[in-house]
C-alpha cells in the first residue's frame, strides 16, 4: 500500500471519491493505484501531487527508491 498517498489524502481531508473526480478516473481505479494494484504513470503520479498540492517525490521516490532494488 502507498502509505503516503493514503496519508496525504487523508491529511487534505479527501476521499477516495474526490480524488477520483479529480483526475477524471474510477474510483476503484483510484483505490487500486493507492492499494498498489495498478501501475502509476509519472502523468497519472504528476496528477496526483497536483491534486494534493505536494510534489511528486514526497509522495512516489520512496517507493519507487524500493522497487528499483
Known sequence: MNFK?????????????YMAEQLGISKPFYSQLENDRRTLS??????????????????????????MK
Open 5 to 17: 498517498l493514503r496519508q496525504a489524502r487523508i491529511k487534505k481531508g479527501y476521499t477516495t471519491k
Open 42 to 67: 509519472y502523468k497519472m503520479a504528476i496528477k496526483i501531487a497536483d491534486v494534493l498540492k505536494t510534489k511528486p517525490d514526497k509522495l512516489f521516490y520512496d517507493d519507487f527508491k524500493e522497487r
